[in-house]
């Protein structure tokens, strides 16, 4: 459901799944500094992450007011597929890229490990502890062995996982390696003839094979395939976004994803 607050609706999820984020109001003018304290505040209270999403050009005095209220605002590049450009399905070294089906026995199992590789792709720490070897200090990136150690979602979340992919709303992908397990996954959700390349991230250890690039492609072709008339996506930073160039993309404009400032450590 959403709610609406100031310049901003807030969209809240009434099961189990990621929180939804707030976004300006269509063809509404830029909200205020305390339409954000007001939003913030309500996500408190729901106990959801205090987010908020909007394109730059669309809403472009936004950003400074959003900064003014406190929060850090990712610049992320936004691409939009064009078809004629998106590449072939290509073998990835080392693994294969496999669709999850919601029907599987496996399907809660492979969720639980695409959700700790996306957990360890996109989050700190990425790497294990450093140690000692042969006199010098060496740090790992984070492997399977992280990977399997990351606590598995309730029961509740992966249900929810499993309803969302069953109604066709959500597919997710993996680059699954025969020896190492689930290395790299993606998803793509959709509404409404729009798809959104999301979530697609690689085990640390993993990184550098073309995994989140071809998962990209082969999610990109899927939807597709399933009738979407759009895809798109944001990347993290401009050199993500020139790598989903290589695979089909072209950049539209500029995502903004606003959160409060880290509190500096005492």
Known sequence: MAEDIGGFVLFVRTGAGWPYYARPRLAGGTPSAADVTAVRARQREL???????????TTPDLLAVARSAGLDVLLAPLLVLD????VPDLPVPGATVRFLDPDEETFATDIAAAR????????????????????ALTIQPAGPAQRDAVPRPSPEALAAEQQRHASGRMVSAVADSPTDGILACGSIQRVGGVA???????????????YASQLTANLARRALQSGDDVVFLSAGDDDVARLYA????????TACIGSPVAALPV
């Open 47 to 57: 106990g959801v992450p205090e987010e908020f999403e909007w394109v730059h050009e």
């Open 83 to 86: 078809r004629a450009a998106l």
């Open 116 to 135: 700790a590789v996306s957990r360890l792709g996109f989050g700190a720490p990425t790497t294990t502890p450093a140690t000692a070897t042969a006199g």
């Open 196 to 210: 959104e390349v999301a979530g697609v991230a690689t085990l640390p250890s993993a990184r550098r094979r073309g």
């Open 246 to 253: 290589k695979v089909g993309f072209r950049r539209v404009g």
